[in-house]
C-alpha cells in the first residue's frame, strides 16, 4: 500500500498565524513553493496561504502586506491527511474538497505536503488524468 508519506514532499515549513504576508510571501520565494501551511503558537496546522490569497485577499483590496497577519486568512477548517493514509483516500479527499495541495500530519504535527507535482511524479497517467479532471471540474 502506497501512503501519503510516500509520496509526500518532507520537510513542508509552516508560517507563523502571528508572521506579516510580507514575510510569507518571502518565505515561498526562498523555498520556491506557491503555498505554505500557517502555523499557531500550539504547532499546529490552522491554515494554509497560497500566492494567490496574498495577491487576490490583500494586495488587490489595497491592504500592504507586512500589516496584514497570515493568521488573517487562515478561514474554515484546514483540510490535512495523516501520514499513512493510503494514497486512494488521499485522492478522493482532495478531489471531493478540490484541493490541489494538502498538508500531511503525523502525530498532530506537520510532516510534508502533497501537491499536484508529488501527485505527477507517483501516479499513474489514469489516476493522475482522473484526479485533474476532478479537481478542475466546475461546480
Request: charged share 25%; glycine share 6%; with cysteine.
Amino acid at each position: 500500500m502506497t501512503t501519503a508519506r510516500d509520496i509526500m514532499h518532507a520537510g513542508a515549513q509552516c508560517v507563523n498565524e502571528d508572521d506579516s504576508l510580507y514575510t510569507a510571501a518571502r518565505m515561498m520565494r526562498d523555498l520556491n513553493v506557491g503555498s505554505l501551511p500557517i502555523c499557531g503558537k500550539d504547532d499546529r496546522l490552522h491554515g494554509i496561504i497560497t500566492d494567490r490569497d496574498i495577491v487576490v485577499r490583500c494586495c488587490a483590496e489595497g491592504r500592504n502586506p507586512a500589516e496584514v497577519k497570515a493568521g488573517e486568512l487562515a478561514q474554515g477548517k484546514p483540510y490535512w491527511v495523516e501520514a499513512g493514509s493510503d494514497v486512494s483516500a488521499v485522492l478522493d479527499m482532495m478531489e471531493q474538497h478540490q484541493i490541489r495541495r494538502v498538508p500531511v500530519i503525523d502525530a498532530h504535527r506537520l510532516v510534508g505536503m502533497i501537491s499536484e507535482a508529488d501527485l505527477a511524479r507517483h501516479l499513474t497517467d489514469d489516476q493522475l488524468a482522473h484526479f485533474v479532471e476532478s479537481v478542475y471540474a466546475a461546480r
